[in-house]
T-cell receptor
Framework: EPEVTQTPSHQVTQMGQEVILRCVPI?????FYWYRQILGQKVEFLVS????????KSEIFDDQFSVERPDGSNFTLKIRSTKLEDSAMYFC????????????FGPGTRLLVL | GDSVTQMEGPVTLSEEAFLTINCTYT??????LFWYVQYPGEGLQLLLK?????DKGSNKGFEATYRKETTSFHLEKGSVQVSDSAVYFC????????????FGTGTSLTVIP
């Protein structure tokens, strides 16, 4: 069964450093998402992406964040200058149509900012 | 705004016990409701869903009924197994407000033999 993959599974970085989290969505999917979960808190929506542009973003997704689909398979989340409060589990998801009721999630990347 | 509140964990049950994980929601519009499960080291997997009031979602022995009058979507299973040990997330998509999920905090379930 096709699945969403994410790399790395864990990342430790120093405050102020840039990080890139990578996702490979399911191959025939067209809509891509990032969510995050700070430890002990809810899973929160960050951004959705379709047709090479952001379709929706939350208040969390400020200028420090960017997303990109650099080739036909990868979908990346970049944090330009990490802050301590960016420490969280980041989940990528994909779906095959908009407003779909099934998004397929990856296993997550646990980011720790020191 | 839209939100989901689910039962705090962790929950520990003996094998074959009855499971209930409570979930209530607040939404504008007409939400679809979901339960996702995360097994250790894996991604969030859709467990079941319901798209309108009084619908019952079911899968792998789990059930949840969309109750509009109580704004609830409680997850139940009659007899849990050790393999059900995982984190369970209640979530909604509100059709009038885009295609982003609103999740609860997750409830960790451990089933002991």
């Amino acid at each position: 069964e096709p699945e969403v993959t994410q790399t790395p599974s864990h990342q430790v970085t120093q405050m102020g450093q840039e990080v890139i989290l990578r996702c490979v969505p399911i191959s025939n999917h067209l809509y891509f998402y990032w969510y995050r979960q700070i430890l002990g808190q809810k899973v929160e929506f960050l951004v959705s992406f379709y047709n090479n542009e952001i379709s929706e973003k939350s208040e969390i997704f400020d200028d420090q964040f960017s997303v990109e689909r650099p080739d036909g398979s990868n979908f990346t989340l970049k944090i330009r200058s990490t802050k301590l409060e960016d420490s969280a589990m980041y989940f990528c998801a994909s779906s095959d149509r908009s407003r779909t009721e099934t998004q397929y999630f990856g296993p997550g990347t646990r980011l720790l900012v020191l | 705004g839209d939100s989901v509140t689910q039962m705090e964990g962790p929950v520990t049950l003996s094998e074959e016990a009855f499971l209930t994980i409570n979930c209530t929601y607040t939404a504008t519009g007409y939400p679809s409701l979901f339960w996702y499960v995360q097994y250790p080291g894996e991604g969030l997997q859709l467990l079941l869903k319901a798209t309108k009031a009084d619908d019952k979602g079911s899968n792998k022995g789990f059930e949840a009924t969309y109750r509009k009058e109580t704004t609830s979507f409680h997850l139940e299973k009659g007899s849990v197994q050790v393999s059900d040990s995982a984190v369970y997330f209640c979530a909604l998509i509100s059709r009038g407000t885009g295609n982003q999920f609103y999740f609860g905090t997750g409830t960790s379930l451990t089933v002991i033999p």
